[in-house]
């Protein structure tokens, strides 16, 4: 038979953690330096104000008065002031929608109403996501134009969104 040799009682092994501590130290400077570079942006739109009656035309309107739509429709995008004032339309070109037109004809909005900050979009079903962000870059900031900081010169940039009404056109 053999002999049990008794040994005594074991001693629990250290592990070492040296090496995945420093490893965690870099890591977690790592991630702390890339999220400085790292944005991300927010864009804050509004609900659009109720629907109101359309008063009678004054000429004597100020720039708070302007209450900029911009709607975009399947074959269109047109530039209306829901108080009925003045009306552009943007027929879609062979390649898609007329984003160049639309944004030289906001800049001139923001010319006659330098004070202005709002507008709203009005969206017709099925209009593609892609076209609402273009849209809306260009009711946001007027690329041609830098500021001293090299930032864009900015036009509306409190949007709205909604749903368009019911185009007259088709009735």
Do not use: H
Not at 63 to 81: C, F, G, H, Q, T
């Amino acid at each position: 038979m053999k002999r049990r040799i008794s040994r005594g009682p074991r001693d629990a092994e250290e592990l070492d953690l040296t090496a995945m501590i420093n490893m965690m130290v870099i890591l977690v400077c790592f991630l702390l330096i890339t999220a400085v570079f790292s944005r991300v942006t927010v864009l804050e739109l509004k609900m659009p104000p109720a629907a109101q009656a359309t008063p009678e035309k004054d000429t004597s309107r100020k720039n708070e008065d302007l209450a900029l739509e911009v709607i975009i429709r399947k074959n269109s995008i047109e530039i209306a002031d829901r108080n009925g004032d003045f009306y552009k339309k943007f027929d879609s070109l062979k390649t898609g929608y007329d984003i160049r037109s639309l944004g030289q004809q906001l800049r001139e909005l923001k010319s006659r109403f330098p004070k202005k900050r709002d507008a709203s979009i009005l969206l017709e079903d099925d209009i593609a996501y892609e076209i609402l962000v273009q849209v809306m870059d260009s009711l946001r900031e007027d690329t041609t134009v830098r500021n001293k900081d090299g930032s864009s010169a900015e036009l509306f940039p409190d949007i709205s969104i909604g749903d368009a009404p019911p185009n007259e056109s088709d009735k």
